[in-house]
């Protein structure tokens, strides 16, 4: 089966992709991140921290990584994702997601999830075009907040996973990309649970997906959606 990126890349991306630059640390991480979506690895354990590594480098390369990779994944939805089609950016009708940046729009607003995306790709490719809260260069130090917002791009990275998943399922399965995007949900998954980035009530409405196809990690997470103490 063909990789990940092989996959998508005849596919449209929906917003241009982040680089790193050739001969940086955070490229060389950058490359390890994505051979772990090759087949045969363990995921649960390549996300882990690599021993002697900086967790906020390792960090930002994974939030680009699924920035890039749920873009794609977005990219091959989106003309069917309409404001006709998807008048609330939610996951089925117990679960609708509010937009707020406290800029344009400094109160949660009810948007068309076209809509909603546009301004979520937008809001995260501003924040890690940012040199002073991703820093490309290692003599440059992550801010101190960096951690707290990456659980906040990546908590907002998961709400397309989930509006894709419930409303555009047909889709995914109609252009073949079920298994490479199932594939990169479960790295999506184990990386933001390894680091406690996204909280656990925020997964309920992939629960019984997320308990199908994560099912390995979840008998040994107590915690974690869906399974009881």
């Not at 997601?97 to 301004?119: F, M, N, S, V």
Request: proline residues 7%; positive net charge; aromatic residues 14%.
């Amino acid at each position: 089966m063909a990789s990940f990126m092989e996959f998508f890349q005849k596919g449209k991306t929906f917003k241009p992709k982040k680089k790193f630059q050739p001969g940086t640390l955070r490229y060389s991480l950058h490359k390890q991140a994505q051979a772990s979506l090759n087949s045969g690895i363990n995921l649960k354990a390549v996300v882990k921290l690599p021993p002697g590594e900086d967790l906020n480098d390792w960090t930002a390369v994974h939030v680009v990584d699924f920035f890039n990779r749920i873009n794609l994944i977005y990219g091959t939805v989106c003309e069917y994702c309409t404001e006709e089609s998807c008048p609330t950016m939610s996951g089925g009708p117990k679960y609708e997601y509010l937009w707020c940046d406290g800029q344009r729009y400094r109160k949660p607003t009810h948007l068309p999830a076209p809509q909603y995306i546009t301004l979520l790709m937008d809001w995260i490719e501003s924040q890690i075009n940012d040199e002073s809260i991703f820093p490309t260069k290692v003599d440059i130090p992550f801010p101190k907040g960096f951690q707290g917002m990456c659980k906040k791009i990546v908590t907002r990275l998961f709400r397309v996973f989930v509006h894709v998943y419930i409303h555009h399922f047909d889709r995914l399965i109609a252009s073949g990309a079920e298994a490479h995007v199932n594939t990169c949900y479960k790295h999506f998954y184990y990386f933001v649970s390894e680091f406690d980035l996204v909280s656990h009530k925020e997964f309920e409405p992939l629960k019984e997906m997320t308990q199908r196809i994560c099912r390995d990690h979840l008998e040994n997470q107590p915690g974690s959606p869906g399974v009881r103490p």
